[in-house]
């Protein structure tokens, strides 16, 4: 049974940062594309970033761009979220999602974590 399971979730101020990890129990790691969703309240679930399976390749949506950060550490099983400048509209649920198609992931993730809750205040 494929788990992931987020960290880092919580209350900052606007302006502040945030890091999010998720840890992967797929083995190896490094066969699997990795990214994250959010989730606002009364909202569709949305793209915010996703990365390749060696890392090389990284891509992001609009409303994050610039300011947001992914990477990942294949030894540690491990992607991670970088959350800078953060706005009140950066207020969501935030998901851990694989696929092994870095391709794929943006819109049809395979595996889904619980979330951890971002947020923002103004």
């Known amino acids: 049974q494929v788990q992931l399971v987020e960290s880092g979730g919580g209350l900052v101020q606007a302006g502040g940062s945030l890091r999010l990890s998720c840890r992967a129990s797929?083995?190896?790691?490094?066969?699997?594309?990795a990214g994250w969703f959010r989730q606002a309240p009364g909202k569709d679930r949305e793209f915010v970033a996703g990365?390749?399976?060696?890392?090389?390749?990284?891509s992001y949506g609009d409303a994050v761009k610039g300011r947001f950060t992914i990477s990942r550490d294949n030894a540690l099983n491990t992607v991670y979220l970088q959350m800078n400048s953060l706005k009140p509209e950066d207020t969501a649920t935030y998901y851990c999602?694989?696929?092994?198609?870095?391709?794929?992931?943006?819109?049809?993730?395979?595996?889904w974590g619980q979330g951890t809750q971002v947020t923002v205040s103004s």
């Open positions: 999602t694989t696929h092994y198609s870095f391709a794929i992931l943006r819109t049809t993730p395979e595996f």
């Open positions: 797929i083995r190896p790691f490094s066969s699997v594309a």
């Open positions: 990365i390749s399976q060696s890392g090389s390749a990284t």
